[in-house]
Nanobody, 125 residues
Framework: QIQLEESGGGAVQAGGSLKLSCTASTYDYPTLNMAWFRQAPGKEREGVAVIAPQGTRRYADSVQGRFVVSRDNAKNTAYLQMDRLEPDDTAIYFC???????????????????WGQGTQVTVSS
């Protein structure tokens, strides 16, 4: 299984920013869809953002215009820049990777089988 490691979480006030990083330990990283999911206590895991191998990006409606996903294939790393954070953004954020994910399903959790351990993001009001 592909190993993924997230970093960059923390506690911020509403309106602040954080940048998450996800590094993959695999030689075929450039072929992967790299996605970010989040899960708040008592809620289902939900897709946040994804970037395909060719660079196509998709976002959940709740973060559109506030978050930006990117990737650096030379470093085997994906990023999630989060701006104008809100208390409802509080969750554990997970990096996920998969191959051959159709664009229509790229923010659906069932299509991913490789997951990082998660990093906590807490936004206070």
């Amino acid at each position: 299984q592909i190993q993924l490691e997230e970093s960059g979480g923390g506690a911020v006030q509403a309106g602040g920013s954080l940048k998450l990083s996800c590094t993959a330990s695999t030689y075929d990283y450039p072929t992967l869809n790299m996605a970010w999911f989040r899960q708040a206590p008592g809620k289902e895991r939900e897709g946040v953002a994804v970037i395909a191998p060719q660079g196509t990006r998709r976002y959940a409606d709740s973060v559109q215009g506030r978050f930006v996903v990117s990737r650096d294939n030379a470093k085997n790393t994906a990023y999630l820049q989060m701006d104008r954070l809100e208390p409802d953004d509080t969750a554990i954020y997970f990096c996920a990777a998969a191959r051959g994910v159709p664009a229509f399903y790229s923010l659906q959790v069932d299509w991913y089988s490789n997951w990082g351990q998660g990093t906590q993001v807490t936004v206070s009001s």
